[in-house]
């Protein structure tokens, strides 16, 4: 699977932006899904996954609430909608696959196989 993030940018804080992720290749319905970002100085760290199906979702607790994961397998693509951005927001944020046919939903970066290159987001306050 390749995965290409769009949508990043500049806003103010209050704001939102939708982040896409679109996958090319095979299996993609059959990938969790996931979503992460990394600030400057910091470990990248787990936002959101979803499974095949799109009916389980996993939030981090830092944008629990503001943030919705989302995908479309029939455009192949993941979407990550986020609401009420603050300036702690701001990251480079990454899509990541795990894998075919793996069924369990992970938080930690390692346990996904396939990345995208990153799309920035910078929330000014």
């Known amino acids: 699977v390749q995965l290409q993030a769009s949508g990043g940018g500049l806003v103010q804080a209050g704001d939102s932006l939708r982040l896409a992720c679109a996958a090319s290749g095979r299996d993609f319905n059959t990938n969790i899904m996931g979503w992460f970002r990394q600030a400057p100085g910091k470990r990248r760290e787990f936002v959101a996954a979803i499974n095949w199906s799109g009916t389980t979702t996993k939030y981090s607790d830092s944008v629990k609430g503001r943030f919705t994961i989302s995908r479309d397998n029939t455009k192949n693509t993941a979407y990550l909608q986020m609401n009420s951005l603050t300036p702690e927001d701001t990251a480079v944020y990454y899509c990541?696959?795990?894998?075919?046919?793996?069924?369990?939903?992970?938080?930690?970066?390692?346990?996904?196989?396939?990345w995208g290159q990153g799309t920035q987001v910078t929330v000014s306050s």
């Open positions: 990541a696959a795990r894998g075919a046919r793996i069924t369990v939903i992970h938080s930690t970066p390692n346990s996904y196989a396939f």
